[in-house]
């Protein structure tokens, strides 16, 4: 009884579908149709998921929403620039007459935060070649900030000169030894001083201070008393005017956060190591960062040539190769560089002369300059 039920059952489905065959076969296509869309669908969504994870493993997400605490740390966001919040950021926008607007010197730098004021050229107006209107730009993008203040103090300047004159300082990057035994060259990053100097975004200023048997501390640690102090007076105590703010500051962060009761001068000190007050760290921090870009600043100066001279050097297979280096150095490339290869505690003076020069845009000793003055030494006619 019951099977003959299911033939039934199943004759009468038949006969239906044969009876309305049309709308089957419309109803079957368009079943394909919707399981192929949804099977490249799904494969394809898999696929792009496991190469998006395979590239981009390695990377955070983008978030549009960013924040930080004030005191914390994070290495994480190359972007984040904490001198913003002490200064307005210094854009210099430069337009020469004798070049077109598409020439990469007619583009503004942002974040240029200067260690002189316009106080320190001389002869501007002579210069000829440029705009009233950039001349004008020179003078309020180098304006007087307490960065400026604390590098025209003498005591900053000769701790520059002391550093780059220092055999500890100078020593790596003029290493050069070759063991024949293990066939390999000791130099830069395979020498352990050398790598105890390189200065990095995650620097904090205790390390700057402790890293590379110490030869940073006393230029770091003068260059940072006097950023703070010239800061703190600008910010609390702007011409001797108790409460009153230098105008440079009236956009800044911490300007808005003294206004706001949240900060006052007693919070800050000079006492870097023992101070955890959370604004005076982010201080510390954010002042550090022109600390590492002078002496970085400095360090590619000298690894430009001598890495030039090395690879010069390279191929050539000699008994002495420091010797052999020095002489390829002092042939090709001393004019360039404005000093000969340095010889341990002979021209060290000479050296440390270039650097400051090519760092502060002024001579240390009045009486003396480098071979390079005309280049690095800032004046009206060599702005360009």
Excluded: C, W
Excluded at 68 to 79: F, H, L, M, N, W
């Amino acid at each position: 009884m019951k099977i003959s039920s299911i033939f039934l059952y199943l004759k009468q489905g038949i006969r239906g579908v044969m009876k309305f065959k049309v709308q089957f076969y419309v109803i079957v296509i368009l079943t394909s149709i919707a399981t192929m869309i949804l099977s490249i669908s799904l494969s394809a969504s898999s696929r792009i998921k496991q190469n998006y994870d395979s590239i981009t493993s390695k990377m955070d997400k983008f978030d549009y929403i960013t924040s930080r605490e004030v005191g914390s740390q994070s290495t994480k966001d190359p972007k984040m620039v904490p001198l913003v919040d002490f200064i307005d950021s210094q854009a210099l926008t430069v337009n020469y007459l004798n070049k077109g607007l598409e020439d990469p010197l007619n583009e503004g730098l942002s974040y240029n935060f200067n260690l002189i004021d316009s106080s320190k050229f001389s002869n501007l107006d002579s210069f000829k070649d440029l705009k009233d209107l950039t001349r004008n730009d020179y003078l309020n993008s180098y304006q007087k900030t307490f960065i400026s203040t604390a590098f025209d103090s003498q005591e900053v300047q000769n701790a520059m000169f002391d550093l780059f004159a220092n055999d500890n300082y100078l020593e790596p990057f003029f290493h050069y030894e070759y063991n024949y035994e293990k066939d390999s060259v000791t130099y830069k990053t395979n020498y352990d001083k050398y790598n105890q100097g390189v200065m990095n975004g995650s620097l904090m200023f205790r390390d700057v201070r402790s890293t590379g048997s110490s030869r940073f501390n006393n230029f770091a640690t003068v260059a940072m008393n006097n950023m703070v102090t010239s800061f703190l007076e600008d910010l609390f105590n702007y011409n001797g005017v108790e409460g009153q703010s230098a105008p440079y500051l009236k956009t800044s962060a911490f300007y808005k956060l003294k206004n706001l009761g949240l900060i006052k001068k007693d919070d800050f000190s000079l006492d870097f190591d023992n101070n955890q007050n959370k604004y005076q760290i982010y201080m510390i921090t954010a002042f550090n960062t022109v600390l590492t870009s002078v002496i970085n600043n400095a360090n590619e100066y000298l690894s430009n040539f001598i890495d030039q001279a090395v690879v010069k050097i390279a191929d050539k297979s000699n008994d002495s190769p420091k010797e052999q280096l020095a002489k390829e150095f002092n042939a090709n490339f001393a004019d360039l560089a404005g000093f000969e290869f340095y010889e341990n505690n002979k021209n060290n003076k000479e050296i440390a002369e270039v650097l400051y020069e090519f760092i502060m845009g002024s001579k240390h000793n009045s009486q003396t300059a480098s071979k390079k003055a005309s280049d690095f030494v800032v004046q009206g006619n060599n702005l360009a």
